[in-house]
């Protein structure tokens, strides 16, 4: 059994040659593919990385050697969602043993992963969509320009404070979330690794996706978890992608916003329960 009391320190760390790094627990002999949210894609570290290694200690004392992989560096313009998916794809193939058993991708993470099922089902054996679905809803898409546009100047505030917006939407809301701007700016953005053309690479991906047309060719089982009160991939949009896969479960988190359900205790538990242990 895997050491449940794993910690951040204890990860290993580094870059695969095409630019994509990883951090990664466990010698567990199942593979868990963990692709993790954006605009912005880098490798946690200081207490994102611990909360990361708590929540990943269900995973390893179930026997999955986890890996968090980021998007590649230096994306060329132009480069969408779909090549992302081929940029894990050859990941797998190359480093990860030609197949995980296992891929997890958050929000973000998420829409790369429903093109990895689709177009390389080879890959993997399930596939779990937390916070994610077949389109980022119109207002998502105006709080992830103000937050990628922010992130590519290296402006930490303008980066809080487009990110508390997650949590604080609206008008309303306003003077509370530019008090919090530069607090929260400086817990994660202070040293934010992503480099600004890739932040932007993938905020023009994200504006214009939509899945729909390849779901139908997930062929592997497939689980969604989602908030009922998710601003950014709302219920409607939930239930539409999962009666386009053929495979789908929907778990869903009753009052429960984007940011409350990507981090609720509960996500490994059911993430296990579909995988089968």
């Keep these: 059994m895997a050491d449940v009391r794993t910690t951040a320190q204890q990860a290993r760390r580094g870059t695969f040659p095409n630019g994509m790094e990883y951090l990664t627990w466990g010698e567990g002999p199942r593979t868990l593919l963990s692709i993790l949210g954006g605009p912005g894609s880098f490798v946690p570290t200081g207490a994102m990385a611990r909360m990361i290694a708590?929540?990943?200690?269900?995973?390893?004392?179930?026997?999955?050697?986890?890996?968090?992989?980021?998007?590649?560096?230096?994306?060329?313009?132009?480069?969408?969602?779909?090549?992302?998916?081929?940029?894990?794809?050859?990941?797998?193939?190359?480093?990860?043993?030609?197949r995980v058993d296992l891929v997890v991708g958050e929000s973000y993470g998420g829409m790369v992963a429903q093109y990895l099922a689709a177009r390389h089902p080879e890959r993997l054996g399930r596939l779990v969509l937390v916070v994610s679905g077949c389109e980022v809803s119109e207002w998502g898409k105006l709080v992830d320009t103000r937050l990628a546009t922010a992130l590519a100047r290296r402006d930490a505030t303008a980066s809080g404070t487009a990110f508390a917006e997650y949590v604080l939407p609206g008008d309303r809301s306003r003077w509370l979330r530019r008090l919090l701007g530069p607090v929260v700016g400086r817990a994660l953005f202070a040293d934010e690794p992503c480099p600004p053309g890739d932040v932007l690479t993938e905020l023009r991906a994200e504006t214009s996706f939509d899945s729909r047309p390849v779901l139908p060719s997930i062929r592997v089982p497939t689980l969604i978890i989602a908030g009922t009160r998710d601003r950014f991939f709302p219920p409607a949009v939930i239930d539409e992608t999962a009666a386009r896969v053929p495979a789908c479960t929907v778990v869903r988190y009753e009052g429960k916003g984007h940011l409350g359900t990507g981090t609720d205790k509960r996500v490994p538990r059911d993430v296990l329960a579909f995988a089968g242990g």
């Design 54 to 98: 708590r929540h990943s200690r269900p995973y390893l004392a179930a026997g999955y050697a986890v890996w968090i992989v980021t998007r590649r560096r230096g994306m060329p313009s132009g480069h969408g969602i779909a090549d992302m998916a081929d940029d894990y794809a050859h990941v797998v193939a190359e480093h990860l043993g030609g």
